[in-house]
Each structure stands twice: as structure tokens, then as C-alpha cells.
């Protein structure tokens, strides 16, 4: 049965470079009111890999080694109706839009918008695109794989490499750290 579901806060700070955008949390992430929560997400093994994010740290302590590294998170919809967490059971119709717009426009060191699968790049196309401004520097817009466990077709070394595009926007970052390393 579909519910209607509302999403998670975003982990964004004032610095940020890149900013992460999923679809819309699963009922896993929802449930915990953590973003990525499912145990066979590779999202945080990634983060591990390319951002120096201690992978056995708390939660807490990831979000704020993110954020430290110029790092956000959020996603595209704050609100819709959708039975289980499969981006394809979001009824067409149902979604509301976070205010990413006016949290996009205020992030001045903005340089890419990353999305997390397809769905979030279609999702952001349709619902902020349209009402984004021009905005005062270049923000790339690059569509990864996504890091769920529905795509598992896709192994961590493939996504690893495939996220690593990132590495130029995160290199010289202002917190001393390198951010998104590129895999040799």
C-alpha cells in the first residue's frame, strides 16, 4: 500500500563544493532518519573509499567529516507517495520538491551537483531545474550510478571509479583536506 512519505533534513554547510542529491530516502533511511541506512547500501563504503570518511564511525561523526570535506547531502523530493523504497513505486504526481533552489542559490563555493542514479537527475530536471536562476559561478550537474542495492549489478571497484569524477571539485579543499580522492 502506498503511504505518503516525507524525507530527511539536509546535511549541508555553508562551504559546500559538492552537493549529493538523491531520489528520495528508502524506508530504511526513513525509518532510522539516516540518510543511506540500509545495510547493503554502498553509499558509505564509497565515502570510505574516495572522501576519507571512517567508514565505523558514528553517523554523526560521517556526516560531520562530509560536511568538513565540502561535502552535502540531500535529495531531490521532500515528500511523496510510494510503496517500499524502490524509486519506480514513487507514484508520478505524488512528489514535492525540497527547497533546493534557494539552497543551491545561497551556496556560494558550489562547484557540482552530484545525483545518486538516474531517477534523482530525472527528478531534479523536472521539479528545480525550471526554477533554478542563473547563478553567480558554474555548478557542473553530473549524473552517477546509484549506490542502492537495487543496482548491486554494479560492484563497489566499478562505482568506485565511476564517483571519482568528483575528484576535481573536491581537491584543494578549504578544510586542508583532499576530499574526493581519484582512484589510480
Do not use: K
Not at 563555493?109 to 533554478?132: D, K, M, Y
Amino acid at each position: 500500500m502506498e503511504e505518503v512519505l516525507t524525507g530527511l533534513p539536509p546535511v549541508v554547510a555553508s562551504d559546500c563544493r559538492v552537493l549529493i542529491l538523491g531520489s528520495m530516502p528508502g524506508a530504511a533511511s526513513i525509518q532510522a532518519s539516516r540518510y543511506y541506512a540500509h545495510p547493503r547500501n554502498r553509499f558509505w563504503p564509497l565515502m570510505a573509499a574516495l572522501a576519507d570518511v571512517p567508514e565505523e564511525a558514528s553517523y554523526g561523526e560521517r556526516l560531520v567529516a562530509l560536511q568538513r570535506g565540502g561535502i552535502g547531502l540531500w535529495d531531490v523530493i521532500g515528500e511523496c507517495r510510494r510503496a517500499g523504497s524502490l524509486d519506480s513505486a514513487i507514484v508520478r504526481g505524488s512528489e514535492r520538491a525540497n527547497a533546493l533552489v534557494p539552497l543551491i542559490v545561497s551556496l556560494g563555493q558550489l562547484r557540482v551537483i552530484a545525483f545518486n542514479g538516474a531517477t534523482a537527475a530525472s527528478l531534479f530536471r523536472r521539479h528545480v531545474e525550471p526554477h533554478l536562476p542563473e547563478l553567480r559561478q558554474p555548478v557542473q550537474r553530473i549524473a552517477l550510478p546509484s549506490t542502492s542495492p537495487a543496482h548491486a549489478a554494479m560492484g563497489l571497484e566499478a562505482l568506485r571509479e565511476a564517483w571519482s569524477v568528483l575528484a576535481p571539485w573536491r581537491e584543494g579543499s578549504a578544510h586542508g583536506g583532499t576530499g574526493l580522492r581519484a582512484q589510480a
